[in-house]
Protein backbone atom coordinates (compact mmCIF):
# COMPACT_ATOMS: atom_id res chain seq x y z
CA UNK A 1 0.00 0.00 0.00
CA UNK A 2 1.21 3.10 -0.54
CA UNK A 3 0.67 6.67 0.96
CA UNK A 4 0.65 9.84 -0.73
CA UNK A 5 0.59 13.13 1.01
CA UNK A 6 -1.00 16.57 -0.17
CA UNK A 7 -0.24 19.96 0.46
CA UNK A 8 -3.12 22.47 0.68
CA UNK A 9 -2.08 23.57 -2.39
CA UNK A 10 -1.96 20.50 -4.48
CA UNK A 11 -6.13 19.73 -3.48
CA UNK A 12 -6.81 23.16 -4.68
CA UNK A 13 -7.95 24.26 -8.26
CA UNK A 14 -6.88 27.24 -9.79
CA UNK A 15 -9.78 28.86 -11.87
CA UNK A 16 -8.82 31.26 -14.96
CA UNK A 17 -12.21 32.84 -15.21
CA UNK A 18 -14.73 31.70 -18.59
CA UNK A 19 -14.79 33.13 -21.72
CA UNK A 20 -17.32 34.94 -23.17
CA UNK A 21 -20.38 36.42 -21.56
CA UNK A 22 -23.36 35.26 -19.49
CA UNK A 23 -26.86 34.44 -20.91
CA UNK A 24 -29.48 36.06 -19.19
CA UNK A 25 -31.50 32.78 -19.67
CA UNK A 26 -29.35 29.51 -18.24
CA UNK A 27 -26.48 31.60 -16.54
CA UNK A 28 -23.81 29.64 -18.72
CA UNK A 29 -20.72 31.95 -19.85
CA UNK A 30 -20.51 31.49 -23.60
CA UNK A 31 -19.10 32.90 -26.75
CA UNK A 32 -21.91 33.32 -29.05
CA UNK A 33 -24.05 35.42 -26.45
CA UNK A 34 -25.68 38.08 -28.61
CA UNK A 35 -25.24 35.79 -31.96
CA UNK A 36 -29.28 36.19 -32.83
CA UNK A 37 -30.14 39.61 -32.97
CA UNK A 38 -33.79 38.96 -31.59
CA UNK A 39 -32.51 38.18 -28.09
CA UNK A 40 -29.24 39.89 -27.81
CA UNK A 41 -28.67 38.83 -24.13
CA UNK A 42 -28.92 35.58 -24.44
CA UNK A 43 -26.31 32.30 -26.18
CA UNK A 44 -27.54 30.55 -29.21
CA UNK A 45 -28.86 27.55 -27.20
CA UNK A 46 -31.22 29.73 -24.99
CA UNK A 47 -31.98 31.59 -28.80
CA UNK A 48 -32.83 28.41 -30.46
CA UNK A 49 -34.63 27.28 -27.60
CA UNK A 50 -36.80 30.65 -27.49
CA UNK A 51 -37.65 30.01 -31.19
CA UNK A 52 -38.55 26.62 -31.27
CA UNK A 53 -41.50 27.64 -28.43
CA UNK A 54 -42.50 30.61 -30.14
CA UNK A 55 -41.36 32.92 -27.44
CA UNK A 56 -41.57 36.59 -29.21
CA UNK A 57 -38.13 38.49 -28.92
CA UNK A 58 -37.88 41.30 -26.37
CA UNK A 59 -38.34 44.81 -27.53
CA UNK A 60 -36.22 46.54 -24.85
CA UNK A 61 -34.03 43.71 -23.06
CA UNK A 62 -32.63 44.87 -19.72
CA UNK A 63 -30.29 41.83 -17.56
CA UNK A 64 -30.78 44.16 -14.31
Same mark, same amino acid.
Given at each position: ?15 ? %??? %? ?12 ? %? ?18 ? %? ?10
Amino acid at each position: TEIYTLSLHDALPIST %GAD %GTKCIRCWNYRTDV %GSDPRWSTVCGRCASALDEI %GFPPLDDEDPA
